[in-house]
Nanobody, 122 residues
Framework: QVRLVESGGGSVQPGGSLRLSCEAS????????IGWFRQAPGKEREFVAS????????FYGDSVKGRFTISRDNAKNTVFLQMNSLKPEDTAVYYC???????????????WGQGTQVTVSS
């Protein structure tokens, strides 16, 4: 059974930091990439970052480059999203997802977690 479980969301002031985690199980991670997407109320689901499990290659959406960092812990089957210099416009539900290979396209992702809320507000 494929499972992706996010954690680490919460509320933070502008300029603050949060680290999200995504624990994956039930599939062969070495053939997949793990991506983070986010969706704010009334908006489309947006690509944030992705990482190739086999080679660790990373990709970022333009709105988060230089502020967010995606990484993985092979031993724990976990992907992290370190979010620094957070802005109110980063407020959204953040989802992790798995695709065969590495992609920034939402439709390439077959498996999704339940999401975790991130709120940036003073």
């Amino acid at each position: 059974q494929v499972r992706l479980v996010e954690s680490g969301g919460g509320s933070v002031q502008p300029g603050g930091s949060l680290r999200l985690s995504c624990e994956a199980s039930g599939f062969a991670l070495e053939h997949h990439g793990i991506g983070w997407f986010r969706q704010a109320p009334g908006k489309e689901r947006e690509f944030v970052a992705s990482i190739g499990w086999a080679d660790g290659s990373t990709f970022y959406g333009d709105s988060v480059k230089g502020r967010f960092t995606i990484s993985r812990d092979n031993a724990k089957n976990t992907v992290f999203l370190q979010m620094n210099s957070l802005k109110p416009e980063d407020t959204a539900v953040y989802y992790c997802a798995a695709a065969v290979g590495v992609s920034s396209w939402r439709d390439d992702y077959s498996y999704w977690g339940q999401g975790t809320q991130v709120t940036v507000s003073s």
